[in-house]
């Protein structure tokens, strides 16, 4: 409804570039991720990141080497992300979101992100704002991310709006509450293009 009201080159760039898929993976797939991911994680603490940070209650980790299972899974989601040309980032990040956890609005940094950030949702569903960054408070748009989807930001959707996650409070998409439970994210992104230039590019 409230994209209706913003300029119609930015609503046809941000619906080209900003993509979620429900039930991209089934209930086996996401207890096959939940499984490898949770010896890992659960030999870390929960962080609750200085004010200037933009995670509150997490841990994380960094993977490169997956079970066949999990490598087919994680393929279909770098396949459904990313152009052929993509040089998909080898480690995929995991992000464990504590239920009163929360991810605060920011920009992926270029110096590690290219143009693509996608991710799929394990253990709850949440809510994603987006905000432009050059208008917060009327360019907004909220994405439900149910459990077990998948989300694909890219171009204006990546590099001109910032992205958070409700924390359970304010967690509503349609003045509905979306319940925010523990949440796991697998999050693929491919390399800055700047990363594989050659100095004469
Ligand atoms: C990021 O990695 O930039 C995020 O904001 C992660 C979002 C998510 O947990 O899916």
Not at 18 to 32: G, N, P, Q, R, S
Not at 51 to 63: C, P, S
């Amino acid at each position: 409804r409230l994209r209706e009201k913003w300029p119609v080159t930015l609503r046809q760039a941000f619906e080209r570039d900003c993509h979620v898929v429900l039930d991209f993976i089934t209930d086996a797939e996401e207890a096959t991720l939940c499984d490898e991911v949770a010896p890992r994680l659960k030999r870390l603490r929960y962080e609750k990141s200085h004010w200037d940070d933009a995670i509150h209650l997490y841990r994380e980790t960094e993977r490169s080497q997956w079970s066949p299972a999990a490598t087919s899974i994680i393929n279909r989601i770098k396949t459904r992300s990313f152009g052929s040309d993509a040089q998909h980032l080898s480690h995929v990040h995991v992000l464990d979101l504590h239920k009163d956890g929360l991810i605060k609005p920011h920009i992926d940094s270029s110096r590690y992100c290219g143009d693509v950030v996608s991710g799929v949702s394990l253990l709850s569903d949440s809510v994603m704002r987006l905000r432009h960054k050059d208008d917060e408070e009327t360019l907004i748009v909220d994405l439900l991310l149910r459990r077990r989807s998948l989300y694909i930001l890219s171009g204006v959707a990546r590099y001109d709006f910032k992205h958070e996650i409700l924390a359970d409070a304010v967690s509503k998409f349609k003045e509905e509450h979306v319940p925010r439970d523990r949440r796991i994210s697998i999050i693929c992104r491919d390399l800055p293009k700047s990363v594989n230039a050659s100095p004469t590019d």
